[in-house]
Nanobody, 117 residues
Framework: VQLQASGGGLVQAGGSLRLSCAAS????????MGWFRQAPGNEREVVAE??????IIHYADSVKGRFTISRNNDKVYLQMNSLKPDDTAVYYC?????????????WGQGTLVTVSS
């Protein structure tokens, strides 16, 4: 059971990146999916979450209006626009069951996003 995140890289402030997360070993179509990030010296924080059907989405206040989460079968994406240096972090995708209170059980390995000023 694996989640594989990709798409990170170095970009200038104001630029865009699209992260992808692919599942293998099992299907995550019945799971709620999320993107998290962790900057050096900071705790991991949730960036965006999307439910099974894609009609319920939550974003961290810091990325609202700039980031868009979407999903298609066993893939989940994070379109990141108007990137800022503060967005620099390792980004992780994760999956959890949809029942309220369920913890994220499956995690990808992370992909590094670096935004230069």
């Amino acid at each position: 059971v694996q989640l594989q995140a990709s798409g990170g890289g170095l970009v200038q402030a104001g630029g865009s990146l699209r992260l992808s997360c692919a599942a293998s070993g099992r299907t995550f179509r019945s799971y709620l999916m999320g993107w998290f990030r962790q900057a050096p010296g900071n705790e991991r924080e949730v960036v965006a979450e999307i439910n099974l059907s894609g009609n319920i989405i939550h974003y961290a206040d810091s990325v609202k209006g700039r980031f868009t989460i979407s999903r298609n079968n066993d893939k989940v994406y994070l379109q990141m626009n108007s990137l800022k240096p503060d967005d620099t972090a390792v980004y992780y995708c994760a999956a959890r069951q949809s029942e309220p209170g369920s913890a994220y059980k499956y995690w990808g390995q992370g992909t590094l996003v670096t935004v230069s000023s």
